[in-house]
Nanobody, 124 residues
Framework: QVQLVESGGGLVQAGGSLRLGCATSTRTFIYYTMGWFRQAPGKGREFVGAISRSAGRTYYADSVKGRFTISRDNAKNTVYLQMNSLKPEDTAVYYC?????????????????WGQGTQVTVSS
């Protein structure tokens, strides 16, 4: 069973930045497409962004495009989400997800493994 552990959440003022990390125990991390999702209070989980296995391709939701950046360090089995110019509407629990295979997908059903989530709160 692959374990994903997020870190880096917290409270930040609007306009600020946070970097989330997601570390995994699997030694085959390089074969996983990685994604980030979020769930705001009272809402469903939504796609934030994803990165291909080789990090050659990234894809973002329109709501975060230009503000958030996904990267990965395959040597450290870790994926990152750099969040800049944060807005109160970015407040949510953020989840990382892993897909055992290729393809960058926005649908949560395409991902096989999930972290426990980390809270991000942006104050106005």
């Amino acid at each position: 069973q692959v374990q994903l552990v997020e870190s880096g959440g917290g409270l930040v003022q609007a306009g600020g930045s946070l970097r989330l990390g997601c570390a995994t125990s699997t030694r085959t991390f390089i074969y996983y497409t990685m994604g980030w999702f979020r769930q705001a209070p009272g809402k469903g989980r939504e796609f934030v962004g994803a990165i291909s296995r080789s990090a050659g391709r990234t894809y973002y939701a329109d709501s975060v495009k230009g503000r958030f950046t996904i990267s990965r360090d395959n040597a450290k089995n870790t994926v990152y989400l750099q969040m800049n110019s944060l807005k109160p509407e970015d407040t949510a629990v953020y989840y990382c997800a892993g897909r055992d295979g290729s393809g960058v997908y926005t649908e949560e059903g395409k991902y096989d493994y999930w972290g426990q989530g980390t809270q991000v709160t942006v104050s106005s």
